[in-house]
């Protein structure tokens, strides 16, 4: 019996290799787009083109292609967040938001974004107008009452109780409001000294219900010691529910907390991944300005995103960790390979 291999036996067997060799390269596209599929839903138009980008097709450069693919489904993710706020504020209608959301392309959202920001603009104006019509009628009765206003302060004596009603002091009334806002909640300084209640900024956050210190990067643009870009890993393996993850070149979870914990923040060398439960208590039902959590306490948000690990694992998925989605207010699992966030938190005392 022959067993001589032909022509057509070795072009078949080539052809394999390289379709094998391309689905291996894939992999990172099809790891991007479960990453991203929630953000896709918003963008349903997109569906036939990603399919069209998963088909397996040998001689593709799918390294430029993820990377390509990455800055474009974070363009997507900004600009679904941007709908969500313009729906908010500027009651953009479910018609205009869909016309913006189809003008999207997959790699790049640069029209959708134009429009969205003339439609804004369109939209302030609108506001705009009709504040100053409601001004215009308001004009001559502010100028009858204005009299009559000055003889009753006039009347109010220096000894008279102050309430919040009272204060007519723009400022004093920011910083009452502001210490309000607070209340639960402790703003620490870089030394981990307490500040006011009142101060512009702060390194950390203490919740007075769970005694829990969180970190809050200085200003937006830093990141430290909160950061993006990080995969899941741990190399302890009564912790890492099986797998430890993914090294990323040193870019990953562990790594980062051995740096943070070696420099401190805030006088602090004990800074930790929170729990699934830690991180999930951290979520509102309303978003706050783009996400579903208290901006105005973790003040570093927009710098940061709206995916975050935690330290919990599962049992049924050793390669995936769970993360929090304050972009839609809920939790999941999310593959170690990934790069997400981190807010990092220590127990107070």
Same mark, same amino acid.
């Given at each position: ?9 070795f072009?078949?067997y $080539?052809? *394999? ?8 390269? $894939? ?14 839903? +918003? ?5 036939? /083109? ?12 799918? *390294?430029?292609?993820?990377q390509a693919l990455?800055q ?6 900004? #600009? ?32 959708a974004?134009?429009? #969205? ?5 369109a939209? %302030?104006?609108?506001q ?7 001004t ?22 220096? =000894?008279? &109780?102050?309430?919040? /009603? ?22 620490? !300084? ?19 219900q769970?005694?829990?210190?969180? @970190?809050?990067?200085?200003? !937006? *643009? ?6 993006g ?5 741990? &190399?302890?393996s @009564?912790?890492? !529910? ?5 090294? +990323?070149?040193?870019k990953n ?9 070696k ?30 959590? %208290? ?10 995103? =709206? ?19 304050? !972009?839609?207010?809920?939790d ?6 990934y790069?997400l966030?981190? %807010? ?5 005392g």
């Amino acid at each position: 019996m022959s067993h001589n291999i032909t022509t057509h036996d070795f072009s078949h067997y $080539l052809h *394999e290799l390289l379709v094998a060799k391309a689905a291996q390269q $894939l992999e990172p596209v099809r790891l991007l787009v479960a990453e991203y599929q929630g953000i896709l839903a +918003n963008f349903s138009h997109l569906q036939s /083109e990603v399919d069209k980008l998963l088909h397996i097709q040998t001689g593709r450069d799918y *390294e430029q292609i993820a990377q390509a693919l990455k800055q474009g489904l974070q363009g997507l993710e900004k #600009l679904a967040t941007a709908l969500a706020k313009a729906q908010e504020d500027y009651a953009l209608s479910v018609v205009e938001a869909d016309d913006v959301a189809s003008l999207a392309e997959l790699f790049s959202t640069r029209i959708a974004n134009q429009i #969205l920001q003339k439609t804004i603009a369109a939209k %302030r104006k609108e506001q705009e107008r009709l504040v100053k019509r409601l001004t215009e009628k308001t004009a001559n009765k502010s100028t009858d009452d204005s009299e009559k206003s000055t003889q009753k302060k006039r009347k109010v004596t220096e =000894s008279s &109780p102050v309430g919040l /009603e009272d204060i007519t002091d723009t400022d004093n009334k920011k910083l009452v409001n502001a210490e309000h806002r607070f209340t639960g909640w402790q703003k620490i !300084g870089k030394t981990g000294e307490v500040l006011a209640l009142t101060s512009p900024y702060w390194a950390a956050v203490i919740e007075q219900q769970t005694q829990l210190m969180w @970190a809050v990067n200085w200003l !937006g *643009e830093e990141k430290f010691p909160n950061r993006g870009e990080l995969t899941w890993f741990n &190399p302890d393996s @009564a912790n890492n !529910g099986g797998d430890a993850g993914h090294k +990323n070149e040193g870019k990953n979870t562990h790594d980062w907390l051995v740096q943070v914990n070696k420099i401190g923040w805030c006088g602090f060398y004990d800074w930790r991944l929170p729990t699934l439960s830690e991180l999930k208590n951290l979520l509102t039902n309303e978003i706050s300005q783009y996400y579903h959590i %208290r901006e105005d306490v973790f003040s570093d948000m927009q710098s940061l995103g =709206s995916r975050f690990w935690t330290s919990s694992t599962d049992q049924a998925n050793k390669d995936y960790a769970w993360a929090m989605y304050f !972009g839609y207010g809920h939790d999941g699992l999310a593959h170690k390979s990934y790069t997400l966030n981190v %807010r990092l938190v220590r127990s107070v005392g």
